[in-house]
């Protein structure tokens, strides 16, 4: 039995443009995959769109349908990529050399990824210190930079006949930075773009650009980009969904998994130590300091909102919490993580757990570039604007509404996602309370 849905939802008909500032290990993996998956040369496996279900009404109404089947998703074969990047690779070659995906397989998929250049980036070495690059747009102001990659979308959605465009940033990730004067209304914005204020991030003027365009947009990386009521108030504006902040992969995603864990059987945690190698552009770019800090933000925030020392000061208020990431070329894209955690049960007696993740990066980041773009399509014709926190479940630091405190816990996260679905489509809430089966 169908039921009458919440909102309407606009058909997911023609192409869906996926634009993305950054070409580098995670877009060519993600971009790579999905051609694979519709050549059936692989499977996307940890896509929540493409493999998860959702179930409806009783556990005995034995109604578990596919998401994809279940919302109106863009299908894979109706996506087209355009991208920006310092570096002027096409994506076959930026691919080939970030060396996530085999050879073999990425001369398969030759001739598709070769045809996508990266535009010309709007870049400031004052935000991305580690790398340089000669595919960059003229020297200009910001405002005038934001109105080139205005047009440059515009370009894209003409030439590829997209009918909607989605963004998502997997750019490299920028010096911290903390919201000032110019970044605190629309007007002061425009005004800083217009007399190049120092304090625009890059990222800053792609999200702009995206937003004025009506464009939704993701943000893959910790940098602070939509964090501010500048572009919170042009999304809203615009009544454009956007969703943040940097993907919640390996180290962390352990961490959300665990910690929760921890808290629902009351044992306590007063040592945390992470460590990470990595020898990937990513690390090279993370080895300095001021983006560094902007990435041990989003990591350190995770245990204390979880764990909420303040309620449970017994159990982890004298936690002491670490995250190291060392830049380590061999390894490439393949990142090792080693954690080492202290925690105590009955009567304080001391425990440990480590554990050393041999992770691919990339891998498990590209199905979640998927899943963005098509759930933020999706809220996009829902209607659905400003912050998406029913997509927290795909970041490190996810974006709430002012004074909100984010949800970390994976599982809570998972289930705000698919009532989110459930309320989309008229269907009943899933609260678990399960009375009814013993009446
Ligand atoms: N891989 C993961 O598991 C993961 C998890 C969370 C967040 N992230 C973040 O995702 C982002 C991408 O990661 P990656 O491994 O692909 O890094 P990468 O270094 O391989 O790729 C980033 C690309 O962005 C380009 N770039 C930098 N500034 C740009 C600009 N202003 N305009 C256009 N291009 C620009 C760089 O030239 C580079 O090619 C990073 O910020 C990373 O911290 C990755």
């Known amino acids: 039995m169908s039921k009458e849905p919440n909102i309407k939802i606009a058909p997911a008909s023609g192409r869906l443009g996926v634009l993305i500032p950054g070409m580098g290990a995670v877009s060519t993996t993600f971009m790579a995959g999905v051609e694979a998956v519709k050549r059936g040369l692989g499977q996307p496996v940890g896509s929540l769109t493409q493999l998860g279900t959702v179930r409806l009404g009783k556990r005995?109404?034995?109604?578990?349908?596919?998401?994809?089947?279940?919302?109106?998703?863009?299908?894979?074969?109706?996506?087209?990529?355009?991208?920006?990047?310092?570096?002027?690779?096409?994506?076959?070659?930026?691919?080939?050399?970030?060396?996530?995906l085999d050879a073999p397989l990425?001369?398969?998929?030759?001739?598709?990824?070769?045809?996508?250049?990266?535009?010309?980036?709007?870049?400031?070495?004052?935000?991305?210190?580690?790398?340089?690059?000669?595919?960059?747009?003229?020297?200009?102001?910001?405002?005038?930079?934001?109105?080139?990659?205005?047009?440059d979308i515009r370009d894209f959605k003409a030439k590829n006949g997209c009918s909607r465009l989605v963004m998502i940033w997997c750019?490299?990730?920028?010096?911290?930075?903390?919201?000032?004067?110019?970044?605190?209304?629309?007007?002061?914005?425009?005004?800083?773009?217009?007399?190049n204020d120092p304090?625009?991030?890059?990222?800053?003027?792609?999200?702009?650009?995206?937003?004025?365009?009506?464009?939704?947009?993701?943000?893959?990386?910790?940098n602070l980009t939509t964090d501010i009521p500048a572009l919170l108030d042009l999304a809203r504006d615009r009544e454009v969904p956007i969703c943040g902040k940097d993907f919640k992969t390996g180290q962390t995603f352990m961490k959300t998994l665990l910690a929760p864990g921890f808290k629902s059987r009351m044992l306590g945690v007063n040592g945390w130590f992470s460590t990470n190698?990595?020898?990937?552009?990513d690390g090279a770019v993370l080895e300095d300091p001021g983006s560094f800090k902007t990435k041990e933000e989003t990591k350190l925030s995770v245990l204390e909102q979880i764990l909420q020392p303040d309620l449970y000061p017994m159990l982890y208020k004298d936690l002491y919490h670490a995250v190291r990431i060392n830049?380590?070329?061999?390894?490439?894209?393949?990142?090792?993580?080693?954690?080492?955690?202290?925690?105590?049960?009955?009567?304080?007696?001391?425990?440990?757990?480590?554990?050393?993740?041999?992770?691919?990066?990339?891998?498990?980041?590209?199905?979640?570039?998927?899943?963005?773009?098509?759930?933020?399509?999706l809220a996009q014709r829902a209607g659905m604007k400003g912050i998406q926190e029913w997509l927290s479940f795909y970041f490190k630091g996810p974006m709430t509404a002012p004074g909100l405190y984010p949800e970390h816990d994976i599982f809570i996260q998972l289930m705000k996602l698919k009532?989110?679905?459930?309320?989309?489509?008229?269907?009943?809430?899933?609260?678990?309370?399960?009375?009814?089966?013993?009446?």
């Open 327 to 377: 830049y380590y070329p061999p390894r490439g894209d393949a990142k090792e993580g080693w954690d080492n955690i202290d925690i105590f049960g009955w009567l304080g007696y001391p425990m440990q757990i480590k554990i050393d993740f041999l992770c691919r990066d990339s891998i498990l980041a590209a199905p979640l570039v998927l899943d963005l773009v098509l759930f933020l399509d």
């Open 277 to 281: 190698i990595l020898g990937n552009r």
């Open 419 to 439: 009532n989110t679905l459930r309320w989309m489509q008229g269907e009943e809430l899933i609260t678990h309370l399960g009375l009814e089966y013993y009446d």
């Open 199 to 222: 304090h625009i991030a890059p990222s800053q003027i792609y999200a702009y650009a995206a937003l004025k365009l009506g464009v939704p947009y993701a943000n893959g990386a910790p």
């Open 171 to 195: 750019g490299s990730t920028e010096v911290h930075q903390k919201a000032g004067p110019v970044h605190q209304s629309l007007e002061a914005f425009e005004k800083g773009l217009a007399e």
């Open 60 to 100: 005995t109404d034995n109604r578990v349908p596919r998401i994809k089947d279940f919302v109106p998703l863009a299908p894979l074969e109706c996506l087209s990529f355009g991208t920006w990047d310092i570096f002027e690779d096409n994506a076959y070659e930026a691919a080939a050399r970030a060396k996530v």
């Open 106 to 151: 990425l001369g398969e998929l030759k001739e598709s990824l070769a045809a996508i250049r990266p535009m010309p980036a709007v870049f400031d070495h004052e935000y991305v210190r580690r790398i340089d690059g000669p595919n960059k747009k003229e020297n200009k102001t910001k405002m005038e930079h934001a109105e080139a990659l205005m047009q």
